[in-house]
Nanobody
Framework: QLVESGGGSVQAGGSLRLFCAAS????????MGWFRQTPGNEREGVAT????????MYADSVKGRFTISQDSAKKTLYLQMNSLKPEDTAIYYC??????????????????WGQGTQVTVS
């Protein structure tokens, strides 16, 4: 089970840190990702990390502003979001991909999803 927290409202230029707590297992050798979705739009991959090597990948829209990381126990996933823009407003989801052995921004690779946390930038 994946549970996100840390969302909220912030002014443009501000920062937020999202958390994704994994219960029931550790996510070593899994691909983990953060996605976001706005009404009427497809879910968009934002950042991803492969737990085994800590290799990461980012969407062009967030490169240099967002950082994905994972704690050493592989039980918590983070997304540090800096220099936030109004277009970053969305529901953010964390996800886990069991069979993927590389960073992936494709939602179709992911098996498990959290319930989402709202991020609003004004």
């Amino acid at each position: 089970q994946l549970v996100e927290s840390g969302g909220g409202s912030v002014q443009a230029g501000g920062s937020l840190r999202l958390f994704c707590a994994a219960s029931g297992r550790t996510y070593s050798n899994w691909c983990m990702g953060w996605f976001r979705q706005t009404p009427g739009n497809e879910r968009e991959g934002v950042a991803t990390i492969w737990s085994s090597t800590q290799a990461t990948m980012y969407a062009d829209s967030v490169k240099g502003r967002f950082t994905i990381s994972q704690d050493s126990a592989k039980k918590t996933l983070y997304l540090q979001m800096n220099s936030l823009k109004p277009e970053d407003t969305a529901i953010y989801y964390c996800a886990a991909a069991r069979m993927v052995r590389w960073p992936s921004l494709s939602q179709h690779d992911y098996n498990y999803w959290g319930q989402g946390t709202q991020v609003t930038v004004s």
